[in-house]
């Protein structure tokens, strides 16, 4: 693609790129493409256009929280030689846990990269609602570039969700609950809505 500016390269990429949903969430029953999914169906496109993709992280402090900031840089490699404007990159953001169970610190970062870094791929080839990895069958579309922790995701109070969870009286109540939050920050009360699912469905059995 000799010629093209880094932006229409990059507009190639985002019409012919298809990446599968290769991976199943179990508690949430629907199908989602991980970071890896998207690296590997842009891999060929790259190579097409003579382009190079790079990720990189952050940790930075918003607030009282550690966030992971991922940027996704899209270099025309050809632009470069004739000193044209030949980048273009995005950021996403996914807040680390203070625990996880079965993780230990370096699992949890790696866990908060790898979906900060898909965020920062799916806005920077322009991968919205409709095919995005957290979207279930009753989500609603929702195109963005730039995923903040807290923001267009949906504002919700951390806080008041974790009391929800804590006082909720029946599993149904549970994936209640779980269902009202935004997907984008749906992982962050996963493990909680599981755990809190198991404990009522023991107490029910024992009645």
């Known amino acids: 693609m000799a010629g093209a500016s880094v932006n229409n390269k990059l507009a190639t990429?985002?019409?012919?790129?298809?990446?599968?949903?290769?991976?199943?969430?179990?508690?949430g029953k629907y199908k989602y493409r991980s970071c890896e999914?998207?690296?590997?169906?842009?891999?060929?496109?790259l190579k097409e256009t003579a382009t190079t993709l790079t990720l990189s992280?952050?940790?930075?402090?918003?607030g009282e929280r550690y966030y992971i900031k991922a940027t996704a840089k899209f270099v025309d490699y050809e632009a470069q030689a004739t000193m044209e404007v030949c980048t273009v990159s995005t950021t996403a953001y996914a807040r680390e846990?203070?625990?996880?169970?079965?993780?230990?610190?370096?699992?949890?970062?790696?866990?908060?990269?790898?979906?900060?870094?898909?965020?920062?791929?799916?806005?920077?080839f322009a991968i919205d609602?409709?095919?995005?990895?957290?979207?279930?069958n009753t989500g609603s579309a929702k195109t963005r570039?730039?995923?903040?922790?807290?923001?267009?995701?949906?504002?919700?109070?951390?806080?008041e969700k974790d009391e929800e969870i804590?006082?909720?009286?029946?599993?149904?109540?549970?994936?209640?609950?779980?269902?009202?939050?935004?997907?984008?920050?749906?992982?962050?009360?996963?493990e909680k809505c599981k755990k809190k699912v198991e404990e009522l469905?023991?107490?029910l059995a024992n009645i």
């Not at 993780?103 to 970062?109: R, V």
């Not at 609602?129 to 279930?136: L, P």
Request: aromatic residues 8%.
């Open 13 to 27: 990429i985002q019409e012919k790129l298809k990446a599968e949903k290769s991976q199943y969430n179990s508690f």
């Open 37 to 45: 999914d998207i690296l590997k169906a842009v891999k060929p496109l």
């Open 57 to 62: 992280d952050e940790l930075v402090l918003i």
């Open 97 to 124: 846990e203070d625990t996880k169970k079965g993780m230990d610190g370096s699992q949890i970062t790696g866990t908060a990269s790898s979906y900060a870094r898909k965020y920062a791929l799916c806005g920077l």
């Open 129 to 136: 609602d409709g095919i995005d990895s957290d979207k279930t």
């Open 145 to 159: 570039k730039t995923v903040e922790p807290t923001q267009e995701d949906g504002k919700i109070d951390f806080n």
């Open 166 to 190: 804590k006082n909720a009286m029946t599993p149904e109540e549970v994936r209640k609950i779980y269902a009202s939050i935004p997907k984008p920050l749906q992982k962050y009360f996963e």
């Open 201 to 203: 469905e023991e107490e």
